[in-house]
T-cell receptor, first 112, second 114 residues
Framework: QQQVKQSPQSLIVQKGGISIINCAYENTAFDYFPWYQQFPGKGPALLIAIRPDVSEKKEGRFTISFNKSAKQFSLHIMDSQPGDSATYFCAAHKAAGNKLTFGGGTRVLVKP | EAGVAQSPRYKIIEKRQSVAFWCNPISGHATLYWYQQILGQGPKLLIQFQNNGVVDDSQLPKDRFSAERLKGVDSTLKIQPAKLEDSAVYLC????????????FGPGTRLTVL
């Protein structure tokens, strides 16, 4: 049962370009949506997070856009750099059960 | 601040053997999680502890997997007997109190079952 669907599975972007990753969820009980960044051989690390009462959150080059009615949210990486090459996971938190459900991940490759 | 420590980093075993993983969370973090990450997929929660009590183990295959968190600090995850489909990275994470507090992940243990 995949409660959080993430796309695309992979993407290649030129240095300086914009990377866009999309996630869709089914359960309206989700109340918190973090994005995690994972480098090879490392554990995931929190990148940025948003609550559903906010439509957009920006931290540096990273922006989350949230569409509550469509049950979709996305991560935009502006001015992508080779150091951004990693796998990105969206996640959703449900208060009942108090746990995170992760999307399938997107492998991003930024070409210099 | 020291991060979440896990050992071993890699383990190769034959099917039907047993294996154990160890996790030391960030000091003071009450909540500890074990996730299974199969290659090409997102982490899947296996078990969640609050101090030394189990909060959620609904996705833990209890016929072969077990976990404990003694004294509310370190934790071990055991698989006995292992199956081929258990090949994955086992991630440990910890957070201050609840799930919406940032979860800090360890580097994981890569298990290969032959």
């Amino acid at each position: 049962q995949q409660q959080v669907k993430q796309s695309p599975q992979s993407l290649i972007v030129q240095k300086g370009g914009i990377s866009i990753i999309n996630c869709a969820y089914e359960n309206t009980a989700f109340d918190y949506f973090p994005w995690y960044q994972q480098f090879p051989g490392k554990g995931p690390a929190l990148l940025i997070a948003i609550r559903p009462d906010v439509s957009e959150k920006k931290e540096g080059r990273f922006t989350i856009s949230f569409n509550k009615s469509a049950k979709q949210f996305s991560l935009h990486i502006m001015d992508s750099q080779p150091g951004d090459s990693a796998t990105y996971f969206c996640a959703a938190h449900k208060a009942a059960g108090n746990k995170l459900t992760f999307g399938g991940g997107t492998r991003v490759l930024v070409k210099p | 601040e020291a991060g979440v420590a896990q050992s071993p980093r890699y383990k190769i075993i034959e099917k039907r053997q047993s294996v154990a993983f160890w996790c030391n969370p960030i000091s003071g973090h009450a909540t500890l999680y074990w996730y299974q990450q199969i290659l090409g997929q997102g982490p899947k929660l296996l078990i969640q502890f609050q101090n030394n009590g189990v909060v959620d183990d609904s996705q833990l295959p209890k016929d072969r997997f077990s976990a404990e968190r003694l004294k509310g600090v370190d934790s071990t995850l055991k698989i006995q007997p292992a199956k081929l489909e258990d090949s994955a990275v086992y991630l440990c994470a910890s957070s201050m109190t609840g799930v919406t507090d940032t979860q800090y992940f360890g580097p994981g243990t890569r298990l290969t079952v032959l």
